[in-house]
């Protein structure tokens, strides 16, 4: 097989909305990403390859809170929701928790955007990808939310512990050859967000990004370079 140099990378970003009665669906926008390499091989033949995939979801509290819909329905669509949310709110009154409340209140916007997350081919990692792409999923949304988080757990080690999963898209993604102790594979992700910009939410598994204030770690992500040069 040829040698497939990445030049440039493609997000292709989607999500459904509708009429009729979709209750939480109306205040959350739920992102499928579908990530594309553009590059040429030693041949210099150019070609384009599905190298990734993500998933986010916007959580609207504004539209929410103004619509009197229940921020508790809202992030009880799904249980990263859910646990998402019970770490941010106080559902007796479904008040923000005055740490999160002071980190997000100078942005003076109270969407939250949770990364779920972005899983890269085994041929493609370590390159620098994951910061150019976790660098344009910010850029795009930093000024859609106040608050940008995300929960680092091993990919590796959820789909090990889920059995009947067999699909083309996980084998391809050979999680089974990725670090498996807990501790080391925590250690390497945690670092990757940290060099990113984020920071821990106490000693919890949860980072979190305030789009509002300068990111100089971000910043040296350059996403104008063209990778093959």
């Known amino acids: 097989m040829k040698k497939y140099e990445i030049e440039h990378l493609v997000l292709k970003y989607r999500f459904d909305s509708g009429t009729g009665c979709i209750e939480h669906g109306r205040f959350i926008n739920e992102y499928e990403i579908d990530i594309w390499g553009h590059g040429e091989n030693d041949d210099g033949i150019e070609k384009s390859q599905l190298i990734g995939k993500g998933k986010i979801s916007l959580f609207l509290v504004g539209l929410a809170q103004n619509e009197d819909f229940s921020l508790y329905q809202l992030f009880d669509s799904s249980q990263n929701g859910l646990d998402l949310g019970n770490l941010i709110f106080d559902w007796e009154t479904e008040d ?45 949304f930093d000024n859609s939310c106040g608050l940008i988080t995300l929960k680092a757990f091993p990919l590796q080690l959820e789909c090990s512990s889920i059995s009947g999963i067999d699909d083309k898209w996980t084998e391809k993604m050979k999680y089974k050859d990725s670090i498996q102790d807990e501790k080391t594979a925590r250690k390497q992700l945690y670092k990757f967000y940290k060099s990113l910009g984020f920071t821990q939410y106490l000693k919890t598994e949860y980072f979190y990004i305030n789009p509002a204030l300068t990111n100089k770690k971000l910043d040296k992500v350059d996403l104008d370079e063209c990778m093959g040069e």
């Open 96 to 140: 923000m928790n005055e740490d999160f409340e002071d980190i997000i209140s100078e942005a003076l916007n109270y969407n939250i955007l949770y990364i779920d997350r972005i899983e890269l081919l085994p041929q493609f990692r370590g390159l620098g990808l994951g910061k150019k792409i976790m660098k344009d999923i910010i850029f795009r």
